[in-house]
T-cell receptor, first 115, second 113 residues
Framework: DTGVSQDPRHKITKRGQNVTFRCDPISEHNRLYWYRQTLGQGPEFLTYFQNEAQLEKSRLLSDRFSAERPKGSFSTLEIQRTEQGDSAMYLC?????????????FGSGTQLSVL | AQSVTQLGSHVSVSEGALVLLRCNYSSSVPPYLFWYVQYPNQGLQLLLKYTTGATLVKGINGFEAEFKKSETSFHLTKPSAHMSDAAEYFCAVSSDTGNQFYFGTGTSLTVIP
C-alpha cells in the first residue's frame, strides 16, 4: 500500500493557461474522488469515479473542468482557461466500494496558484 | 440533504488538557459521520467514523467521538492533549448514496506547551 499519490505538488500558472493534474489511487481501490479545498474551508466535492465511469459531478465542476479515468486506474483533472478563482488545493481520494467503502484515503494534494 | 457545521474555527488548549471539537450535522437519513485530521502539507487522514451501532466511537491517537441523535452532534474529544495533536480537524457526513462526503469548514487545534 503506497498510498494515494498526486502530481505535481505545486503548480503555478498564468490566467488563461490550461493545467492538468494526475492522481494515482491505491491500486485495489475502484473508487476515486476529486475534491477542492480553499483556505479556511473544508474539502468540496468535485467528481467521483467508479472504475472508469464518472458517476457524479458537482455543480462546482464548470465546463472548463474535465476529469478522466481512462483505464480505471489513475485519473487526470484538467482545468482549461484557468481563472484566479481556481486557485486552491486539489485533493484526490480513493476507496473501495463495499466493505470499507466509507473510508477515504487522501493524497497530499496539488496546490494550484493562478496568477 | 446532508451537511455539517463545525463550531469554532480555532481552538487552543494547553498540553494535557481536554480537547473538545464540536460538530453538528444535518441529515435527512441516518448519517454516516467521520472525523478527519490534516497535518501541514499532508492529506486528510481518517480519525474515526460512526456508521451504526455503538454511539461512542474510538479512533486513533486517543480520540473518540459520541453520536448524539437528539442533539444532532458528533463532537470529538481527547482527554489529554499532546503537542502532536496540533492540526486541522474536519467533521464530515456522507451522502445518502454514500458517494459524496460533505466536510465542515474545519477547526484548527493549537496545543500550548
Amino acid at each position: 500500500d503506497t498510498g494515494v499519490s498526486q502530481d505535481p505538488r505545486h503548480k503555478i500558472t498564468k490566467r488563461g493557461q490550461n493545467v492538468t493534474f494526475r492522481c494515482d489511487p491505491i491500486s485495489e481501490h475502484n473508487r476515486l474522488y476529486w475534491y477542492r479545498q480553499t483556505l479556511g474551508q473544508g474539502p468540496e466535492f468535485l467528481t467521483y469515479f467508479q472504475n472508469e465511469a464518472q458517476l457524479e459531478k458537482s455543480r462546482l465542476l464548470s465546463d472548463r473542468f474535465s476529469a478522466e479515468r481512462p483505464k480505471g486506474s489513475f485519473s487526470t483533472l484538467e482545468i482549461q482557461r484557468t481563472e484566479q478563482g481556481d486557485s486552491a488545493m486539489y485533493l484526490c481520494a480513493s476507496s473501495i466500494s463495499g466493505g470499507l467503502r466509507e473510508k477515504l484515503f487522501f493524497g497530499s494534494g496539488t496546490q494550484l496558484s493562478v496568477l | 440533504a446532508q451537511s455539517v457545521t463545525q463550531l469554532g474555527s480555532h481552538v487552543s488548549v494547553s498540553e494535557g488538557a481536554l480537547v473538545l471539537l464540536r460538530c453538528n450535522y444535518s441529515s435527512s437519513v441516518p448519517p454516516y459521520l467521520f472525523w478527519y485530521v490534516q497535518y501541514p502539507n499532508q492529506g486528510l487522514q481518517l480519525l474515526l467514523k460512526y456508521t451504526t451501532g455503538a454511539t461512542l466511537v474510538k479512533g486513533i491517537n486517543g480520540f473518540e467521538a459520541e453520536f448524539k441523535k437528539s442533539e444532532t452532534s458528533f463532537h470529538l474529544t481527547k482527554p489529554s492533549a499532546h503537542m502532536s495533536d496540533a492540526a486541522e480537524y474536519f467533521c464530515a457526513v456522507s451522502s445518502d448514496t454514500g458517494n459524496q462526503f460533505y466536510f465542515g469548514t474545519g477547526t484548527s487545534l493549537t496545543v500550548i506547551p
